[in-house]
Each structure stands twice: as structure tokens, then as C-alpha cells.
């Protein structure tokens, strides 16, 4: 039965990226199809593992086969094949979180910048498109019948055909019919992908350490003279890198082999190689990428790293080894202690597993403690990507304080002195005698923060402030309370206040005034309702006539926020409006108080602060139609 079917929408407009060839490296299709051939010989390893039922004698290969005349490349696997329902699911959909987002970002970027943005992305299979105008695959899943095999055929153009068919052993076949350009038709093309030697090269270059063979038939000299004979050889080594000793390995090895092993589509920002010979031997070799994927914080990105024992590869995301705040970090472990038939659920309880883990996080920790110290540049370049992350860890870490411990220096926050990335420690170095605590603010970026009007006093008195422009920035300088002994204190919330004398006497002004407009601020209180807990004069504040803070301990503003977005409504935060007494409005405010406090421009001027000082915030006041109705009334009168 033969069907044609369209390709999902995001699928299409990343085919149509694919053959309209943003890629520069038109070579990487071959990698990306001998990643996904020694993908289903894997998968076809572990499932026979399992499932005795499945005879397979035939050993594990991969084919390459060029063509000249018919001007094709033939790929195929005795792998664990697809079904018809796999072969729609995994070849006519992009499965992954973000990809809409992806597109759309990297529809506005363009040139250097969509190359970079591409580049994060994998696109697999539809690298097929960057040569061929046709690809064909043909397919049989392990364990079904010879008449089971499927056939799917596209041009990339928006349309696939799927049809059954029969094929003899289990497996999948690529067969790529090339544009003339990659062809020897093309001879000013810089590529002729039918050439055998062309092909042995791209596979010695990327797919060394792939650990199946990689066959392709060779024409030597054969008895008779003009009778060449054909000679199957084996390209790649299959020697892992990692059991190579690390002096023996140079950078660009490690580069091509993160990119064949772990489909990284560039070279890996740092990598770390560690060899163990204690009571448990184990050898990780493990990166972190140079962008962060885009689904890293969705619930289908898929963290862990692959699991080898004795070089034989055992299992792929096993997420046992790395706690969930180095989710990002890819790679591998190869352990002869732990068996090679392991189950996932065996695994979660193997202790051989949590040492090696706890050995890896330390030493990860280790590695970008030497980058913050050693090379403050590409560690800027580190947290941009996955900084979230560590602060993730940070928050987590709130009943572990030796885990806080070892995370809390690794962190960098922009602050009010220039802007630049700066340590805990590099902020606490710099605070002059008489500031006691670390002071924080938050919002939604560095130029927001800067115009709070609580901002003010704190750069008269050249006092600098660490920016929280990341939700969970907020989470995790709450988990730590304290740093060096010095508490961390939110410029916007209740109890804050600066201890030199010049501050210090105008609090006490304001208290004093404050003890003689109790009523009205009772009553401004009750003008706005519920939406504010308290209303008070405050000190904070110096040309600014309103701001809004919110209680000690509890959650901010966007805290609330963050947390309401995850339907948890349980943690409100307490709002408190103060107003700045020396203010012209305060007057104004007396005045009208003065008339009677249930007067409608009373009340509107009251409800009119709430709501400045809501935007002030960077929040959306209620009924913003409202409150530009009276600014315009305001502007009119
Ligand atoms: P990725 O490899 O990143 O998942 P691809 O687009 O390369 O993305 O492939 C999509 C899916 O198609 C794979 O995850 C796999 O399930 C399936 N697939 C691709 N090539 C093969 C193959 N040679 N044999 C079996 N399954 C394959």
C-alpha cells in the first residue's frame, strides 16, 4: 500500500532550511547517517539483551556504497530497523520542544548568526537533503517478517511516500540520489561524494571511533589485467579515544569525537578527561557543549550520559551519574566494574554508580572553579548558556549546605558598578567598612533595575547592587541567605535599610513623621484594598514618590509570579506601598486626605499610586485603561 503524506509544518521549514543549504560543511550528511546507523545497532544490541527470542548471528556493519553511474550513495545497517508507524513518527516529525521557537529565532537572525543558531541544532536525518534531491530508505524492523519491510521516498519538498515492501534481513537501507554538484558531472564542484576515496576520507575524518565496522568496497588489481577485483576493507579504527592515554590526544580528536559520538554539531566548550584506578576503575570523558540545547529546561530534554563497560557500549542517558543541575553535561562513562547486562532500575541502586557520580560532580565542579579563576572570558561565555543551571543547584542545595558550599563560589551576578559579571567573593571584597549586608535587586534586566527609584540612595552613597534579572536568580540568593558571613538583602524588600549616619537620621525624621499620619495611611490602606498589606512612609526613597517592597523572608514580586505560573498559588508574597513623605504628592495627598478620606479624588489618588508603583515594578497594573484614562485626565487638566 502506497501513501503520500505531507510533512508536519516545522518539519517542512526546516527541510526547506536544509536544501536551501545554510549549512557551509556539506560534508557532515555522512556523519549524521552513520551516528543514526550505529544508534540502531545499539539499540538492536541492548533489545537482545533482553529479549533472547531475537537470533542474531550476524555480525554488526555498516555499509557505504558509492555509485558513479546511477549517481548515488547507498548507507546501510543491519541495525534494529523501523516499523511503518516508527518510520512516520521518526522521519516525517521533529519531535523535539523548542523547534518552533528555533525557527522562529533563526527566521530573524541571519548570516554569521544563523549559521551559529543552525548549528545548535541537529537536524539528523534531513542532513540527507544537503546532497541528495532524492533520499529513499528502506527499512525492516528486527523480529518481523520479510514482507514487513517499508519503504519511504521524498524529494524534501514537502511531501513523503510511504509504501510496504519486502527486504531480506533486518536493518535500514539510505539510499541518497545526489544533486549534480556532489557528482562527477559537476566538474567545478569542489566535491564528488560517488568517489570512494572522497567518502574514505569524510569517514576517517568524523566517524573514526564509530564502534561498528564501516565497510566500502575497494577495486584493487586483480589476476588478469584488465579484470580489477573488489576488495572489502574497514575505514574507521573503532578504537574508543577514551581509552587512549590523554598526552596522545589532541584537541581537534576530541572535537570530532564529541561531535560524532554525541551528534554535537560544533566543538564542545570544555572537555573533561578523567581516569580512575581506585577500588572502582572507571574512565569519563565528558563536555560541555558550546550552546545550551533548546529544549535544556523542558521536561523532553533527555540529561545522562552514556554507560560503556570494558569499551562495550551498555546504554545511552543514564541519568544516575549527575545530579540534575549538570544536566548539561554530556558524555560518557567506561567501567569494567559494572556488569555488562545492568537494568536501569539496578543501576539507579549501584553503588559503583554514586561513586563515580560523586567523583564526576566534584570534579566538574573543579574544572569550572579553574575556569571562573583561569579564563573569566570563557566561563562569561559558560554561564550565559547554562548558569540557570548552577543556580538551579544553588536553590536545591537549601538542606544541603556542603553542596551550597561548593556551588556558591561558581556564581557570577551582573552589578550596579559596571555592569560586568562579578563573584560573590569579588562583590564582598569590594564593600566599603561600613555597608554590613550583600545588597540585591531584581528585575527583569539590568537597565530596569537601574531605574527603580530604590536604586537612588544606594548610588548616592556609591554603594553597588547585585542584578537578579533571571527568576531563579531570586531562588537561590534566598537559599543561601548569607555569603562570607554577610546577609544577602534585597533592596525592595521591608526591612531594609542603609546603615550610614546620613541614612540613619533620615529614618528617624520619618518615623517621627510617620507617628502623626497613622490615619492616613489607614486609610490609604483601605482606599486601595486588598491588593497592598501595609501602607508606610519610607526613607529608601530620594527624588522617587512611591515604591512598592515586599516582606522579609517571604517571596518577591516575581517570585510570586514564577511561582503562580507554576499553579502554586500558596506562596504570595506581602506587598507593601511605601510613600516618600518629602514628596510633592505626599502633600497633595494630605490635602485631599484632609477633605475626607472616602472623597473620590482621594481615593483615586491613592489607587493612581498603587498602580505607578506597580509599574515602577515592572508589573501590569489591574485595568491599565483605567489608569491611562486618569494620566490623560491628569495631562489635561
Ligand atoms: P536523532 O538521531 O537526533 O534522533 P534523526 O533525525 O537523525 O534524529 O533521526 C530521527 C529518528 O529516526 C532516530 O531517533 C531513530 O529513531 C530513527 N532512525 C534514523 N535513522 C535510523 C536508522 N538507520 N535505523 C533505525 N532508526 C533510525
Given at each position: 500500500m502506497s501513501e503520500k503524506m505531507q510533512f508536519q509544518a516545522e518539519t517542512k521549514r526546516l527541510l526547506d532550511l536544509v536544501v536551501n543549504s545554510i549549512y557551509t560543511n556539506k560534508e557532515i550528511f555522512l556523519r549524521e547517517l552513520i551516528s543514526n546507523a550505529s544508534d540502531a545497532i545499539d539499540k538492536l544490541r541492548i533489545e537482545s539483551l533482553t529479549n533472547k527470542s531475537l537470533e542474531i548471528d550476524i555480525e554488526p556493519e555498516i555499509f557505504i556504497l558509492p555509485d558513479e553511474k546511477t549517481k548515488t550513495i547507498t548507507i546501510s545497517d543491519n541495525g534494529i530497523g523501523m516499523t511503518r508507524e516508527e518510520v512516520i513518527a521518526n522521519i516525517g516529525t521533529i519531535a523535539k520542544s523548542g523547534t518552533k521557537d528555533f525557527l522562529d529565532k533563526l527566521h530573524e537572525a541571519s548570516g554569521a548568526a544563523a549559521q551559529e543558531l543552525i548549528g545548535q541544532f541537529g537536524v539528523g536525518f534531513y542532513s540527507a537533503f544537503i546532497v541528495a534531491d532524492k533520499v529513499e530508505l528502506i527499512t525492516r524492523k528486527v523480529g518481523t517478517s520479510t514482507a514487513s519491510g517499508v519503504k519511504w521516498t521524498s524529494d524534501g519538498a514537502g511531501e513523503y511516500e510511504i509504501e510496504n515492501c519486502n527486504k531480506e534481513i533486518n536493518g535500514t537501507i539510505i539510499v541518497l540520489h545526489l544533486k549534480k554538484e556532489f557528482t562527477s558531472d559537476d566538474t567545478l564542484g569542489e566535491y564528488d561524494f560517488t568517489d570512494v576515496y572522497q567518502l574514505e576520507r569524510l569517514i576517517k575524518k568524523y566517524?573514526?571511533?564509530?564502534?561498528?565496522p564501516i565497510k566500502m568496497n575497494f577495486e584493487i588489481k586483480g589476476k588478469a589485467e584488465d579484470e580489477p577485483e573488489i576488495e572489502i576493507r574497514t575505514?574507521?579504527?573503532?578504537?574508543?579515544?577514551?581509552?587512549?592515554s590523554k598526552s596522545e590526544i589532541t584537541n581537534e580528536e576530541y572535537d570530532e569525537f564529541f561531535k560524532q559520538q554525541l551528534h554535537e554539531w560544533e566543538a564542545p566548550l570544555d572537555v573533561l578527561h578523567v581516569k580512575a584506578e581506585g577500588t572502582i576503575e572507571y574512565t569519563a570523558l565528558l563536555c560541555i557543549p558550546k550552546h545550551a540545547p533548546n529544549n535544556l529546561y523542558y521536561s523532553d530534554y533527555e540529561a545522562g550520559l552514556q554507560l560503556y563497560s570494558r569499551h562495550v557500549f551498555i546504554m545511552d542517558k543514564c541519568k544516575d551519574f549527575l545530579p540534575d543541575y549538570l544536566r548539561f553535561v554530556k558524555g560518557l562513562v567506561d567501567s569494567p566494574d559494572l556488569p555488562l547486562n545492568i537494568s536501569r532500575e539496578l543501576l539507579q541502586q549501584s553503588t559503583g554508580v554514586k561513586v563515580i557520580g560523586k567523583a564526576l560532580e566534584k570534579n566538574i565542579q573543579k574544572q569550572l572553579g579553574k575556569m571562573l579563576k583561569d579564563d573569566r572570558k570563557k566561563y562569561e561565555t559558560f554561564w550565559k548558556e547554562f548558569g540557570k543551571s548552577i543556580k538551579i543547584g544553588v536553590y536545591h542545595s537549601v538542606f544541603d549546605t556542603k553542596l551550597q558550599d561548593s556551588l556558591k563560589d561558581l556564581l557570577i551576578f551582573p552589578t550596579s558598578r559596571d555592569g560586568k559579571f562579578s563573584t560573590l567573593a569579588e562583590y564582598v571584597e569590594r564593600m566599603p567598612d561600613f555597608q554590613k549586608k550583600i545588597y540585591t535587586a531584581a528585575g527583569k534586566d539590568s537597565a530596569a533595575i537601574d531605574k527603580l527609584p530604590q536604586m537612588e540612595l544606594l548610588r548616592d552613597r556609591g554603594l553597588e547592587v547585585i542584578y537578579l534579572t533571571d527568576p531563579v536568580d531570586e531562588f537561590a540568593v534566598a537559599a543561601l541567605k548569607k555569603y562570607a558571613d554577610k546577609e544577602i538583602q534585597s533592596i525592595t524588600q521591608e526591612n531594609f535599610e542603609l546603615d550610614d549616619a546620613e541614612s540613619q537620621k533620615v529614618k528617624a525624621e520619618v518615623e517621627e513623621i510617620a507617628k502623626t499620619r497613622e490615619d492616613l495611611l489607614k486609610d490609604v490602606k483601605a482606599a486601595i484594598g486588598d491588593a497592598v498589606n501595609e501602607v508606610r512612609l519610607t526613607s529608601r526613597l530620594k527624588s522617587g514618590a512611591v515604591c512598592l517592597v515586599t516582606g522579609e523572608g517571604g517571596p518577591s514580586l516575581t517570585m510570586e509570579k514564577t511561582f503562580s505560573a507554576m499553579n502554586n498559588s500558596l506562596f504570595k508574597a506581602k506587598v507593601i506601598l511605601e510613600l516618600n513623605?518629602?514628596?510633592a504628592v505626599f502633600k497633595k495627598l494630605e490635602n485631599l486626605h484632609a477633605q475626607g478620606k472616602d472623597s473620590p479624588e482621594f481615593k483615586d489618588l491613592c489607587n493612581t499610586l498603587y498602580s505607578l508603583a506597580l509599574l515602577i515594578e515592572g508589573f501590569m497594573p489591574e485595568n491599565p485603561a483605567e489608569l491611562a484614562n486618569k494620566i490623560t485626565d491628569l495631562l489635561t487638566k
Open positions: 566517524s573514526d571511533f564509530v564502534r561498528y575505514i574507521n579504527s573503532m578504537k574508543p579515544l577514551w581509552a587512549r513623605p518629602n514628596h
